[in-house]
T-cell receptor, first 112, second 112 residues
Framework: DSGVTQTPKHLITATGQRVTLRCSPR?????VYWYQQSLDQGLQFLIQ???????AKGNILERFSAQQFPDLHSELNLSSLELGDSALYFC???????????FGPGTRLTVL | DQQVKQNSPSLSVQEGRISILNCDYT??????FLWYKKYPAEGPTFLIS?????DKNEDGRFTVFLNKSAKHLSLHIVPSQPGDSAVYFC???????????FGTGTRLTIIP
């Protein structure tokens, strides 16, 4: 158990819908990262927040957004969902630069 | 552009012997490297890391070696155990951009 929690574990929805994925980092970790793992791609970085502020952005689609709240939990919002958004979404946390990122169990999103 | 490469998709090793997993990178800005173990539909589990100021780091049965001039790192597992069977990913980042860039993974199978 990494100490990072993600909910829900599974999510099935239809094209065009909007969903919210939630992540709680390990106690004491200020950074939260979101990654996507599709079938045909490896783990791809989406976005990072540090202590409530966006710190880095990867190839995140404009339909996707995220935020980190004062209690440090983070939410990833995916809207206007397409079939190709079906993937595993992982959240990771770390205390700061130069430290390992610890991953949560992931949310499996299926868009029908 | 695959900046982190694991050229062996799979590796089989006898229980009790040494497992050696390899990883090459092209981006000379990377200065922090990690190895993760992953089971299907689970989050990556952090194993061991190394910064570019070192060439070796050990933690129990796991040792990571870094050859900066060759842009190559390897993970040694000694002795290999059946529970080590999983997919192993190497990942890299740099201090100024903490996003992890992952390799494509090597599936390790330990034969009892």
């Amino acid at each position: 158990d990494s100490g990072v929690t993600q909910t829900p574990k599974h999510l099935i929805t239809a094209t065009g819908q909007r969903v919210t994925l939630r992540c709680s980092p390990r106690s004491g970790d200020l950074s939260v990262y979101w990654y996507q793992q599709s079938l045909d791609q490896g783990l791809q970085f989406l976005i990072q927040y540090y202590n409530g502020e966006e710190r880095a952005k990867g190839n995140i689609l404009e339909r996707f957004s995220a935020q980190q709240f004062p209690d440090l939990h983070s939410e990833l919002n995916l809207s206007s969902l397409e079939l190709g958004d079906s993937a595993l979404y992982f959240c990771a946390s770390s205390v700061d630069r130069g430290n390992p990122q610890y991953f949560g169990p992931g949310t499996r999103l299926t868009v029908l | 552009d695959q900046q982190v490469k694991q050229n062996s998709p799979s590796l089989s090793v006898q229980e009790g012997r040494i497992s050696i997993l390899n990883c090459d990178y092209t981006n000379s800005m990377f200065d922090y490297f990690l190895w993760y173990k992953k089971y299907p539909a689970e989050g990556p589990t952090f194993l061991i890391s190394i910064s570019s100021i070192k060439d070796k780091n050990e933690d129990g049965r796991f040792t990571v070696f870094l050859n900066k001039s060759a842009k190559h790192l390897s993970l040694h597992i000694v002795p290999s155990q059946p529970g080590d069977s999983a997919v192993y990913f190497c990942a890299a980042s740099n201090f100024g951009n903490e996003k992890l860039t992952f390799g494509t993974g090597t599936r390790l199978t330990i034969i009892p």
